[in-house]
């Protein structure tokens, strides 16, 4: 069974991504049985079926998806996976905060796709939780990517205040 | 100046670590060369024409004498014994190893220095004034925010990733100094009755490929929500910036695209999310990074020191230096002191080991230990008195820190260009050679008065050619080192973009056609006219005129090629 991180630990998943295949259309593909993070475009034409399935529902945004889309169903998902096509498009982590601070969702994120070592960090600050590492890359190592800093400057998902505030208040007490 | 904290030094230590790691597992073949560039280049390592250059992060231009003595030592041990200050006031190593970087880095952090986003589609170094603090036309200090700003950037986990590079500036002065009208945002420090004091924000400038000069996107937001409104910027270009073309990736593409008004309405939106959250800055933080630059312990003195006026009367080298390179102070019986590396046959903005070691006693000796880098790739003493000018400028003479060029034809812009970068086109440096060799009469220079030339050896425009008087690109057509010559732009309030005169000249005509640009500004000027008056006065068509004429002749054997070059 696959492995990915998390939280802080390496663990098998059964949770698979469904992506469309060229032809393929989102209202009549055949959708795998199992749980299973299905493309945007499924959830959107069929909503209703995936909802009486009995798995779990779970989705997946590219890039160019923004969490807009889920807002009124966030709470729906067991799973939201984010693509990072490239580990060098940014945009996944602007759809992971506005999940966690916008939309309060409070499941799992898992970023998929070109998903690496010295990403992890970022990602963990952002709100992803869980992270399907590359599968030709080395998860163990990978695994200490999410302890790159033991503190940050700014205010994000996993620390609601920015040093500042913590600095003022360490020294007014 | 700033002074890191534990928690500084610790994120500073940390990165260390974390970049030696992620260079031991390239070396192990663990990270492949495509998968470590992003992350090398957020550490300011390029891999260039010769091999690596490391960008060192000087956070808005200031350096301790400490700091550059490090520098100096790191150049010695590591490099070839000089340092290249940039447009972005950082500084450029040519020669390091590869292997020897994560040192070189251990070698900054031990002096809280780092080359932290000196590169990389990330928010870049934050760069200001280099009077900062002492000019006298200032509203505040800028340093603070610049320092705010360089906390908040640093690691962004939100905008590690963006579609291209950003780059900010401030200003807080009456006078533009930063050219903040070519950033990606441009900030202008502003004192209002009822809610103190806040920032005019511009966005969507930049240099480049697509020269644009950034417009309001908010004339007046209180400074406390200085974040939070940054963020929502960033967001709304982090999400909606164009990642499909590098060449239409930057945010002033966006902010093209959808127009001000509708950008504005979708980060105003974005903002209200954000407004009031934990980000806005209390005044407290303000306070707390104002007090690491507080005012240095100035005398008391009168405000003409009769010993250096008597000076500058007896001897006229003296104060023609004076009178380039020496600014007014907003302290009585102060002045700052731009040291010039722009000494004739020096390539612009290079500093040696040596140089490097004058320059952090002379600060150290004369300016309370600190000094700056300047966007236009000098150094400035800033808290020189009056009565050590003599003294400074004899130790600068001694070591070609002295040329009274500043802000004169010679005082160039000009990026390390073809000789160095594997980005150019063609070569920068030996163009400003060849017009140091043709304007070689300081007389002259004097004569033509205040100008600037700046030189770019490609369109990334690192020599911000575009806002020069005078601007020189450099293009590679049949493999043939050709440059474009762009007039009329200039830095400060009235910022501007040249215009491109005509079709691209080769190396050989260069320096015959600035000569010929001059001398219509000499021919044409009316008393106290500078160049860039003249030309406003009197149009373009008088300059491209004479810049074109008798270019056959001139051309030579170069005719033939006329057809496919400029096509």
Redesign the interface.
Known sequence: MPRIIRKQEIVEDSWQVFSLAAGDSAETVALPAGPVLLPLAVWLARRDEVLQRDEPPGVWLDSDEGPEALAEDCARFAVIGINFPRFTDGRGYSSARLLRERYHYTGEIRAIGDVLHDQLFLMRRCGIDAYAVRADKDIEQALAGLRAFSESYQAATDQPLPLFRRRLAEHSA | MYRY?R?DQ??ID??VA?YR??IG?HLAG??STD?LR??RLQNGLYIQRHGPMLRIAIPYGMLSATQLRKLAEISQRYDRGVGHFTTRQNMQLNWPQLEQTPAILGELASVEMHAVQTSG?CIRNITTDQFAGVAPDELTDPRPYCE?LR??S?????????PRKFKIAVNAATTDRAVIRAHDIGLELLRDERDGIGVRIFVGGGLGRTPILGQVIREFLPRRHL?SYLEAIL?VY??YGR?DNLYKARIKILVQALGIDAFRRQVEAEWA?LQD???T??D??FA?IAAHFPPPAWETLPAVDELHAARVAADLAFANWVRRCVHPHRTPGYAAVTLSLKAPGAAPGDISDTQMLVVADLAERFSFGELRVTHEQNVVLADVRQRDLHEVWQIARRHRLATANIGLLTDIICCPGGDLCALANARSVPIADAVNEKFDDLDYLYDIGDISLNISGCMNSCGHHHVANIGILGVDKNDEEWYQITIGGQQGNSATIGKVIGPSFHAHEVPLVIEALISVHVEQRLPGERFIDTLQRIGVEPFKARAYAGRDRRRGARQENREVVNA
Do not use: Y
């Open positions: 904290d928690i610790q994120i940390e990165r974390q790691d992620q597992r663990d990270l998968e992003p992350l589609n705010l906390q908040w640093t690691f962004h986990p939100e905008f590690a990733f963006l974040l967001r982090n999400r990642r999310h959250g934990p980000t800055v209390p407290e933080e707390r």
